[in-house]
């Protein structure tokens, strides 16, 4: 086998789920206390409060499972074990390398030859 990350390695499915259920529940029990479950009110209330919790705490799971599945589609399995020796959000030089300074890209500095 190869040292390589598969994508079933960088977010194994149980951490998927648990992360989803997670937000799910939190989402549940924000909703019951904002909807006065816990206090003395009609037994409508509280009832209606049970079942707005449980649509939240359901769609909260079904959003954060596939937003995360979406996310880590988006990483490159290849790129995770790459070591980065530079600042990210900087370009690289080897892409302004050589132009002048009307060539070089809007928003960067010429460099000073």
Do not use: C, H, W, Y
């Not at 977010?11 to 006065?36: D, E, N, S, Y």
């Not at 954060?64 to 589609?73: F, I, R, S, T």
């Amino acid at each position: 086998m190869t040292d390589r990350p598969t994508r079933r390695d960088l977010m194994k499915p149980v951490q998927l789920l648990g992360l989803a259920a997670l937000a799910a529940v939190f989402g549940g029990v924000i909703t019951l206390v904002t909807m006065g479950f816990f206090q003395l009110g009609p037994a409508g209330q509280q009832q209606r409060a049970l079942v707005v919790a449980a649509i939240v705490a359901g769609v909260t799971f079904i959003v954060v499972l596939v937003g995360l599945a979406l996310l880590l589609l988006a990483v490159d399995p290849a790129q995770v074990s790459k070591r980065v020796d530079r600042p990210v959000l900087i370009e690289s030089d080897e892409k302004n390398a050589g132009l002048s300074t009307e060539d070089a890209e809007p928003g960067t500095e010429p460099e000073p030859k």
